[in-house]
């Protein structure tokens, strides 16, 4: 976490970028802040775009930020990067227009899910638990988890469909944010909010976060990897995104 002398530092060196554009001053500015790169490229990890292309979309992106940054505005470079760069590589997946061909047991099992989810809340009167379509379908509940997992990986996002915007509960479409700033952010410097609210988590819960969101390992490889269950790591992570809400709640008063 940055001190206060090294942001007011920063600062001025962004604020004499934006006078002068010098080439060296810009150079320096994305060397310290290709982090930021580093870990949104990390959350796109496992969906069919290998790191080294993702981080270099990640980089471009930043690039483009620290171009159009005004530090006038009065809010932190990492604000108004991070939707910058998430533009980046969402218009990427968009373009590149991925597709990867899905195991047959996964499409298959995927489809058994689909019609369970369809039919369950019909016969129980409530939303079906990941307990419920197991039994229903006689299948082992963390092949159902492995399953549902796998078809988030392996499925192309539509620009129409909803999805999470960092760890918010609050759905948006893919196209209402490609190449545009995201005003949630303005308040909220990612660095700082990273560090306060990795400090909520406990040692297990740090390792998982680690290897999900940095190494973009699936649910099913940790568990392997901690000889732990696969729901445990969904419990887990269940646990981690309430206590980064928390805290992205507290930033935002």
């Given at each position: 976490m940055s001190t206060k002398k090294e942001r007011e530092e920063l600062k001025e060196k962004f604020l004499e970028y934006y006078k002068t554009k010098d080439i060296k001053l810009r150079d320096e500015l994305i060397e310290k802040h290709l982090y930021i790169a580093d870990i949104l490229a990390n959350k796109y990890v496992g969906k069919g775009i290998e790191k080294d292309d993702l981080y270099q979309v990640a980089?471009?992106?930043?690039?483009?930020?620290?171009?159009?940054?005004?530090?006038?505005?009065?809010?932190?470079?990492?604000?108004?990067?991070?939707?910058?760069?998430?533009?980046?590589?969402?218009r990427y997946f968009r373009d590149k227009g991925w597709v990867i061909r899905v195991p047959r047991r996964i499409q298959n099992l995927y489809k058994k899910i689909n019609t369970a989810?369809?039919?369950?809340?019909?016969?129980?009167q409530r939303t079906p638990t990941i307990k419920d379509i197991a039994k229903y379908l006689d299948v082992d509940e963390e092949k159902i988890l492995e399953t549902m997992e796998a078809s988030k990986?392996?499925?192309?996002?539509?620009?129409?469909?909803?999805?999470?915007?960092?760890?918010?509960?609050n759905g948006l479409n893919l196209s209402d944010i490609i190449g545009e700033e995201d005003k949630s952010f303005e308040s909220i410097d990612l660095s700082d909010f990273i560090d306060k609210s990795t400090?909520?988590?406990?040692?297990?819960?740090?390792?998982?976060?680690?290897?999900?969101?940095?190494?973009?390992?699936?649910?099913?490889?940790?568990?392997k990897k901690l000889k732990i269950s696969q729901m445990t790591v969904s419990r887990i992570e269940k646990k981690i995104i309430e206590k980064f809400n928390m805290e992205l709640d507290k930033m935002q008063i």
């Open positions: 980089s471009l992106g930043l690039i483009y930020a620290i171009e159009r940054y005004n530090p006038h505005k009065g809010y932190a470079f990492s604000s108004f990067a991070t939707p910058t760069i998430m533009g980046e590589i969402k989810k369809k039919i369950l809340p019909q016969q129980l990986v392996y499925t192309p996002q539509s620009l129409d469909d909803d999805f999470e915007l960092g760890f918010s509960e400090d909520r988590l406990n040692d297990l819960e740090k390792q998982i976060l680690k290897l999900r969101y940095y190494n973009g390992q699936t649910q099913l490889s940790i568990a």
